[in-house]
């Protein structure tokens, strides 16, 4: 039995996992926050022992526990996370102190990622990347049947120029990020209508009704992201890639304009197999799972 | 004691290196070609005949030959290799049948890759990128300590969009080849004036003596590996870049060029080490050597 926690800048969702990965306890909650990670560390103690009463199983064998951020998973260090306000948190070193289990920390995608390989749409792939379209955009990589981590540094596939003259948040034009993310569909679709839109699927939702100003944003972002996948293709050559986030659950409206993107940009690359996550929301929490199960394992 | 190989559509290089990659003997020749690869296949036969003859050895334990092209190492087929007029050469099994002995069979880019990574300019690093600009653009990639190979299919540099209009003999517009390759160089500079350049170093040589259009041409291909550089450090995060080829023999006038585009770019990316690569020519080379030796580590 392991501890699972995949903590967001608000929201943490936890869950004790058997060795199927069957949760036997969730809980969510809201993030404690503090720049030196002490506040998160006492709270996950807290999370840990209500998901064990609450299963009735007793402490679990080690916690896993994921961040959004630049998270090197063998120091066990978070060097940056915007939306936790850390920078060079020795995270897994203190948790392991409060804790008194072995704990592995690592990045949210990259757990995701690990979670659609192993159990979810990856199964098979020996090359391949796990893309979730979310507020931004990164990926997980799976390389000769490896995860690709380079201490965290890896992935950042949001951050390709995609050739389009809108400026990024971090502070470079033409960011895959700036055009293709759930909030750059919403905040280009508000700025030529004056109408707030309720992030990506409400545009997705206005575009499949015929609005054209919705449907000329998706087509920029579905481009944009055909346009990263195809600079992942020639670097790297995966034979599947898998689309996740809020977007891709209009699989039957999005997908297909990828595919023929690349179909006509596509030049000697091989057309990859396009697939959609299969694990949703739980991915992040299942791969902070697998980690700890990991770590175990190693020690 | 191996046999080494760096087959080209011209010429081949060999030579019988010693376990400590000394060459006992060398020689060159005209490259045999036929659309099966037998002609290479009897050819390699009588090389390593006489490299044995002239070393006063005996016979090698092991061959190691690398082409340029889409190679699997592991299957030891060649996909397609433009420069040798093949499609689909299961060169490897073909050659250990007349050779009778251990054959490895690579790619010419990654095995200097692995050559600069084990013995050259990227000694220590466990993530890094060797890029070779030659005729064309291609890197070997070395992730978490390991070469990345995806089958063949990986590391084409060469062809990621760094945005401009020209079009790539691939058929997509704005590939890096087109605009930072030597052949790019030659080719853009004989547009604009009409006089026919010898090859990348004569325009380099043109723009250190104050030629416009040799200093835009160049300075323009410098931007172009600085914005391909940036690509590679967004999605694998290498710490290391080994930058090789004729127009890297004049580090002196090219590399801090490079190195300036990438300090007014990069926003949250690293910046890597930018190494010249030390082997030179005899990369491919000793790369092929070095994958016999590890051949006949696996048997």
Same mark, same amino acid.
Request: with cysteine; net charge negative.
């Given at each position: 039995?392991v ?19 069957? =949760? ?18 006492? &709270? ?9 009463? &609450?299963?009735?199983?007793?402490t =679990? ?58 159990v ?11 893309? =979730? !379209? ?13 995860i690709?981590?380079a ?18 948040g ?42 054209e !100003?919705? !449907? ?40 297909? =304009? ?10 000697? &690359? ?14 992040g ?7 700890a ?7």
């Amino acid at each position: 039995m392991v501890a699972a926690l995949d903590v967001g800048g608000t929201t943490i969702k936890a869950a004790l996992l058997d060795e199927q990965l069957q =949760p036997r306890a969730t809980l969510r909650a809201e993030t404690a926050r503090s720049a030196d990670g002490t506040a998160l560390a006492a &709270q996950v103690v807290d999370i840990v022992a209500a998901l064990a009463e &609450q299963a009735g199983t007793g402490t =679990p064998a080690a916690a896993g526990v994921v961040v959004p951020g630049i998270v090197d998973e063998e120091t066990r260090v978070c060097h940056f996370s915007a939306n936790l306000d850390w920078r060079e948190v020795h995270f897994g070193e203190l948790l392991e102190e409060r804790l008194g289990l072995p704990v592995a920390f690592g990045h949210d995608v990259t757990a995701g990622g690990i979670a659609e390989f192993r159990v979810g749409a990856g199964q098979g792939a020996t090359n391949a990347a796990f893309i =979730p !379209v979310g507020t931004g955009i990164a990926a997980a990589l799976l390389l000769d049947g490896r995860i690709h981590r380079a201490h965290g540094q890896a992935g950042e596939v949001g951050h390709i120029d995609v050739g389009h003259p809108g400026k990024c948040g971090c502070g470079a034009i033409g960011c895959l990020e700036a055009i293709s993310s759930a909030a750059a569909i919403a905040r280009r679709y508000t700025e030529r209508t004056g109408r707030a839109a309720d992030g990506a699927r409400e545009v997705v939702d206005l575009a499949r009704h015929g609005d054209e !100003v919705a !449907v000329a944003v998706v087509q920029d972002a579905l481009d944009g992201l055909g346009h990263g996948i195809r600079t992942l293709l020639t670097l790297l050559g995966p034979e599947v890639i898998i689309l996740g986030g809020g977007l891709f659950t209009a699989a039957d409206y999005v997908l297909e =304009p990828v595919r023929e993107w690349l179909a006509s940009h596509l030049t000697f &690359q091989r057309m990859p197999e396009l697939r959609i996550a299969k694990l949703g929301d739980e991915a992040g929490r299942l791969g902070a799972g697998l980690l700890a199960m990991d770590r175990l394992a190693e020690l």
